[in-house]
């Protein structure tokens, strides 16, 4: 059998709750993120996904399957981080969804928390990212957390259970003219 | 507004059907597969998956959620590749899996095929990696491929659209005496 990630490893039994972190430049961030949420949806587990850039009038693939499925997914952004006309508003949205989203890390009821795009607030200096790991290690024991975004800082990458970077090799269609496509992008 | 993959981007709006490559040693190739699966079945865009080395047996997270969701998901391998008892059956499998998987290229219905673990039948000599591509580039103009697997063929890759590197940072809770956890790995 081919040592694949894809398949339950023979082994030790124990099962705790991972702080896992997809980085990187490349794409597939989020993307796996997703991935999770429909194998844990898959096995009746509850799931929450907390989003912190994109705007609450996001309507992209994965909002308009989640309402379908039934799974909370928070945007809370205004679409800006450090380009923001309006830099205290934007942080203050962060800081809020942060506020929101660490109150969950300790609901009995909860599977699995997906904090996407969360790398940012940290990067910019808006959360301190030890205070973020602290909380996190907080966490209910068997809760598991998905962190993507890019620029994920030392401390959290030194905590998390798992750290997968996202490599760009190859993207040659934007510069031939091919916009981001429905379905597969967003 | 940062420059991020998971927002729309403005500019051209051309549109095309992407091939896309997950590949490399670290984790998330499949399971952002399968945020895709999830993006186009929240845009109601008919989506097809065929798996290359799981069993039929298989029932992990994905089986589940797709069988839920109404998502063909279909898996014919007998979980092995070069380790097989039976390599001549291994490689029957993946021939007959890639002859109905090819067969999905044309069909006008059909708006994402995600062959999943495809790149080993080429990487273990089964399949010609030309052939494959030249089939590929055979489809349906605006069907989207996602093939995901380690070791992407020279020729895959010069052929994509898309190709990202799943690189392992760090994955130290194996070491831990900690299983493989269902329903975010599986």
Redesign the interface.
Known sequence: ??E??????K??????G?L?V???N???K??????????????G?PVEVYQF??PPTAN??????????GIPVYPLGD?????SKDPERTKALALEQWDRARARLIDPDL??LVLD?FT?PMHYGWLDPAGVVAALQGRRPML?V?VTGRYAPPEL?EA???????????????EQ??????????
Not at 11 to 16: E, Y
Not at 79 to 83: A, D, E, L
């Open positions: 059998m081919i694949s990630e894809h398949q339950p490893v082994g030790p039994r124990k099962r705790k991972l896992i997809n980085t990187g490349g794409k597939g989020t993307t796996a993120a997703l991935g999770m949420v429909l194998r844990a949806w898959g096995r587990m850039i994109k992209f693939g994965e909002h308009r399957a989640a309402k379908r499925l679409g800006f981080t450090w380009k599977a699995v795009e940012y598991h998905v990458v998390a259970d798992l750290v997968t970077e996202m490599t760009l090799i190859k993207h040659p269609y934007r003219g091919i916009k981001a496509q429905p379905g597969v992008e967003f």
